[in-house]
Structure formats: structure tokens, C-alpha cells
């Protein structure tokens, strides 16, 4: 489970076992018990969510928003 970022407790990775096929770009954040998963292409949007009330949710969005490219490269160096 490589992590990719942390920022407030809240831990953004991505699972080294995505399954096959392999699905689009995205990243998991999590704290405490509130996950949520966050395509990264075409655009940046919610996949899931679990306990994550919506203001932090769009922090959560802010940041995966700025840090894309870099979520995204580290994302394809690892499962090519």
C-alpha cells in the first residue's frame, strides 16, 4: 500500500493489488474510520466516500486537485 501523502492524519495512497483489469487512476484517503476513494483522470471526483462529511470532503478534493500530476506519475511509475 504505497503512500503517497499525508496531511492532517489523513493518509492519501493507493492499494499495490488494484485488481485486474487494472481500473483508472485513483486515490484512497483515510483517517480514523472516514475513507474515500478519488479518481484522478478524466477529472478529479468522487468515487466513494464512508463517514466523510461534505466540507472535508472538498478539502480532501483541494488537494488531490493540486497534487494530481504528482499522484498520477507515481501512480503509473508503480504499475508499469
Known amino acids: 500500500m504505497p ?3 499525508e496531511y492532517n492524519g489523513w493518509k ?4 499495490s493489488r488494484e485488481g485486474m483489469p487494472l481500473e483508472p487512476p ?3 484517503v483515510r483517517k ?9 483522470t478524466p477529472v478529479v471526483r468522487v468515487a ?3 463517514r ?3 466540507r472535508t470532503l472538498k478539502m480532501l478534493l483541494a488537494i488531490v486537485i ?6 498520477e506519475e507515481r501512480w503509473h511509475e508503480f504499475f508499469s
Do not use: G, Q
Open 48 to 50: 466513494s466516500d464512508r
Open 12 to 15: 492519501f495512497y493507493f492499494y
Open 32 to 40: 480514523d474510520r472516514s475513507e474515500a476513494k478519488i479518481w484522478l
Open 26 to 28: 485513483h486515490v484512497h
Open 3 to 5: 503512500k503517497l501523502f
Open 66 to 71: 493540486e497534487r494530481r500530476d504528482e499522484f
Open 52 to 54: 466523510v462529511d461534505p
